[in-house]
């Protein structure tokens, strides 16, 4: 389903689900803002309503996409670097002239009253840097050097994340290391990470003195299984013997501290009850630091609502505009990182998986086009779109149905916002842009 843009071909599948998504997001946030004692016509034009307002992004975001496919890809290879220092110079002047939205320092005030978060638009210059490092000639990423130089580029954005207290955010640029695995990173990286999220969660689960006997026991099984080679080379034993030590170390010190030491309150409450676990705040320095100030758990009474809201829909819905949990506000941020609830309650179970079903079509289509590019450049940045957008997609989802922690990131193309629509829409044309001229080798 190819079709000429000038002399090149855009990929009109991307192009026509792009629109329906977008679509569907009006639609929700319509949903659970819209009332009936009030023209609808009226309060889609007037410009003060959030679903007006996202009508007035999305006109914004056709007008990008338009630039954007008619700009030469090559402008993306030769200034992605400088793209690059432009998004980490813009997320620097966040602490200096940055604005304070729901407790976190991450945005620029602009002018009509909007708001830029430049860590959202840095996703794509990450994913401009990325691809152009790992194009180059010179880059060999079987060497460890090149693999902590790609890193670097995409955890940097991650660090300002986190030090303006906007740890969602953060946590998507580790969506990057997909991106180099498919580019040959070795598959013992994602293991080691994986172990341990693994001895995360079961440290936030179980009594320290018991997962620690568990991890000494390990160790102890290991050694015996391993006996043999172990008198061949003695290595194998100092290295069973600093994974012990490293693994209970992070269980009784590492873990702990950064619950109490790092984390705000909230934020350590949220992780204990993603695994069904209280967490205590009189353990945390920040909370001690603020003993005036009440501490409230409202991240329980967030995924409750939630999920009588989805719940509530059954098997076919309520009907559009019958919701009662979303129409009656009863679901905390609605209308941005809780607006899956609003298609729940509405559409039940059918509408939900056509819309899971939708997204995941979008998602297989941009792989496809990954996969089908000649230049490294233009499939490193292909399956960081793919990348950034199934970690929100997932994460988001998983949120509202409590199988994750709350951390305040949007659904992509649904969520209300004016950074998160424009942001997604010049990352998705961008690669219709570099696919047009996926003859090309770009570097």
Same mark, same amino acid.
């Given at each position: 389903?190819?079709?000429?843009?000038?002399?090149?071909?855009?990929?009109?599948?991307?192009?026509?689900?792009?629109?329906?998504?977008?679509?569907?997001?009006?639609?929700?946030?319509?949903?659970?803002?819209?009332?009936?004692?009030?023209?609808?016509?009226?309060?889609?034009?007037?410009?003060? /309503?959030?679903? *007006?307002? =996202?009508? +007035?992004? %999305?006109?914004?975001?056709?007008?990008? #996409?338009?630039?954007?496919? @008619?700009?030469?890809?090559?402008?993306?290879?030769?200034?992605?670097?400088?793209?690059?220092?432009?998004?980490?110079?813009?997320?620097?002047?966040?602490?200096?002239?940055?604005?304070?939205?729901?407790?976190?320092?991450?945005?620029?005030?602009?002018?009509?009253?909007?708001?830029?978060?430049?860590?959202?638009?840095?996703?794509?210059?990450?994913?401009?840097?990325?691809?152009?490092?790992?194009?180059?000639?010179?880059?060999?990423? /079987?060497?460890? *050097?090149? =693999?902590? +130089?790609? %890193?670097?580029?995409?955890?940097?954005? #991650?660090?300002?994340?986190? @030090?303006?207290?906007?740890?969602?955010?953060?946590?998507?640029?580790?969506?990057?290391?997909?991106?180099?695995?498919?580019?040959?990173?070795?598959?013992?990286?994602?293991?080691?990470?994986?172990?341990?999220?693994?001895?995360?969660?079961?440290?936030?689960?179980?009594?320290?003195?018991?997962?620690?006997?568990?991890?000494?026991?390990?160790?102890?099984?290991?050694?015996?299984?391993?006996?043999?080679?172990?008198?061949?080379?003695?290595?194998?034993?100092?290295?069973?013997?600093?994974?012990?030590?490293?693994?209970?170390?992070?269980?009784?010190?590492?873990?702990?501290?950064?619950?109490?030491?790092?984390?705000?309150?909230?934020?350590?409450?949220?992780?204990?009850?993603?695994?069904?676990?209280?967490?205590?705040?009189?353990?945390?320095?920040?909370?001690?630091?603020?003993?005036?100030?009440?501490?409230?758990?409202?991240?329980?009474?967030?995924?409750?609502?939630?999920?009588?809201?989805?719940?509530?829909?059954?098997?076919?819905?309520?009907?559009?505009?019958?919701?009662?949990?979303?129409?009656?506000?009863?679901?905390?941020?609605?209308?941005?990182?809780?607006?899956?609830?609003?298609?729940?309650?509405?559409?039940?179970?059918?509408?939900?998986?056509?819309?899971?079903?939708?997204?995941?079509?979008?998602?297989?289509?941009?792989?496809?086009?990954?996969?089908?590019?000649?230049?490294?450049?233009?499939?490193?940045?292909?399956?960081?779109?793919?990348?950034?957008?199934?970690?929100?997609?997932?994460?988001?989802?998983?949120?509202?149905?409590?199988?994750?922690?709350?951390?305040?990131?949007?659904?992509?193309?649904?969520?209300?916002?004016?950074?998160?629509?424009?942001?997604?829409?010049?990352?998705?044309?961008?690669?219709?842009?570099?696919?047009?001229?996926?003859?090309?080798?770009?570097?």
């Amino acid at each position: 389903m190819n079709q000429n843009f000038g002399t090149q071909k855009i990929d009109y599948w991307i192009v026509w689900l792009y629109a329906i998504l977008v679509s569907i997001g009006i639609l929700c946030i319509f949903m659970v803002e819209y009332r009936s004692n009030t023209d609808w016509i009226e309060t889609f034009l007037n410009g003060k /309503s959030n679903y *007006s307002k =996202q009508l +007035i992004f %999305a006109g914004v975001s056709i007008l990008v #996409a338009t630039f954007i496919l @008619l700009t030469d890809s090559k402008l993306f290879t030769a200034f992605a670097n400088l793209f690059y220092a432009f998004g980490i110079l813009l997320m620097l002047a966040t602490f200096v002239i940055g604005k304070n939205i729901n407790g976190s320092n991450s945005w620029i005030p602009l002018v009509g009253g909007f708001n830029l978060q430049p860590a959202e638009l840095c996703k794509i210059f990450t994913a401009l840097a990325l691809a152009k490092y790992l194009s180059r000639q010179e880059t060999d990423f /079987s060497k460890f *050097s090149s =693999q902590a +130089i790609a %890193a670097a580029i995409a955890l940097s954005p #991650a660090v300002l994340s986190v @030090l303006q207290n906007e740890t969602g955010l953060a946590l998507v640029y580790f969506s990057f290391f997909i991106v180099m695995f498919r580019e040959g990173l070795p598959p013992a990286i994602l293991i080691i990470g994986f172990s341990f999220a693994v001895l995360v969660v079961a440290t936030l689960t179980m009594d320290p003195n018991t997962l620690a006997m568990i991890l000494t026991g390990i160790a102890a099984l290991s050694i015996y299984l391993l006996r043999k080679a172990i008198k061949r080379k003695k290595r194998i034993l100092a290295l069973i013997l600093s994974l012990w030590v490293l693994c209970v170390g992070v269980q009784r010190f590492a873990v702990p501290y950064i619950f109490n030491n790092v984390f705000e309150c909230y934020q350590s409450q949220r992780i204990y009850s993603a695994v069904g676990k209280d967490y205590d705040c009189s353990q945390n320095i920040h909370a001690a630091k603020r003993p005036d100030k009440q501490v409230r758990k409202p991240d329980d009474y967030n995924v409750r609502q939630s999920k009588i809201a989805i719940g509530s829909g059954g098997l076919f819905g309520r009907g559009f505009l019958k919701g009662t949990q979303t129409r009656g506000k009863y679901v905390p941020e609605q209308h941005t990182d809780f607006i899956f609830t609003s298609l729940g309650e509405a559409f039940g179970f059918i509408g939900t998986f056509t819309f899971l079903a939708i997204y995941l079509f979008f998602l297989i289509r941009i792989i496809i086009i990954a996969e089908r590019q000649r230049s490294t450049f233009s499939r490193v940045y292909a399956y960081s779109v793919a990348s950034i957008l199934f970690f929100h997609f997932a994460v988001n989802v998983s949120m509202t149905i409590g199988l994750f922690p709350i951390i305040g990131i949007p659904l992509p193309l649904i969520s209300y916002g004016g950074s998160s629509l424009v942001t997604f829409t010049a990352m998705i044309f961008i690669l219709l842009r570099l696919d047009a001229d996926r003859q090309m080798v770009l570097r």
